[in-house]
């Protein structure tokens, strides 16, 4: 499971971060930084935590990921860095949930990359034995909110002052599916 988790379908393959995609990376974060700022969570000035080289970060991801606490891969599309997707905060026992999240590179916005991405890592999810997954979405994002519609999350309500984004605390709207809702439509049954 841990570092070696690839998960590929035509034309885009999730794969882990490696120490030598660092420069990709970080260019496409910072090419990709007032496009994500308004949707993207952060922690709170009040809590800030120090800064982690890039190395740290692909060794903690690599933990979570042998450990089951999340499932974080880089999105490559036709062999370049273009965004991420993360089933994050894994519980297991009676739970068995996480929540699902994901970013694009603005310049491949709407070419159906994050759904074939989130239902890719889904389906993952659901065969290693979680039973539902959330996405929690801020209701002005339009583009997110098509994304849980056209993989059949069902909306299940709001939570107040939910995350931290953009310099203040946001609401989201929930939306989930679990490993018993059927999984039909295109999105569902590609890559693994």
């Known amino acids: 499971m841990s570092r070696d988790l690839v998960l590929g379908a035509p034309g885009l393959l999730l794969r882990p971060l490696r120490p030598r995609d660092e420069d990709e990376w970080m260019t496409l974060r910072a090419d990709n930084r007032d496009w994500l700022r308004p ?3 952060t922690v709170p000035p009040e809590g800030e935590t120090p800064d982690m080289t890039f190395r740290a970060f692909v060794r903690e991801e690599r933990r979570q990921r042998r450990r089951l606490e999340a499932l974080p891969l880089a999105i490559e599309v036709d062999g370049a860095l273009a965004g991420r997707v993360v089933i994050a905060g894994i519980q297991w026992g009676a739970q068995r949930s996480g929540s699902l999240g994901y970013w694009v590179a603005r310049s491949l916005a709407g070419h159906d ?5 989130a239902a890719m890592l889904t389906e993952h999810a659901f065969r290693v034995g979680l039973h539902r997954v959330e996405i929690a979405i801020r209701p002005e994002n339009a583009a997110s909110l098509r994304v849980a519609e056209k993989l059949g999350f069902t909306e299940e309500g709001r939570r107040r002052s939910y995350l931290y ?3 203040g605390w946001r609401d989201h709207a929930i939306f989930a599916r679990t490993q018993d809702d059927p999984r039909t439509g295109r999105y569902w049954g590609v890559g693994g």
């Open 39 to 41: 949707w993207e969570a």
């Open 113 to 117: 990359i994050v759904p074939r991405a």
């Open 165 to 167: 984004i953009d310099g």
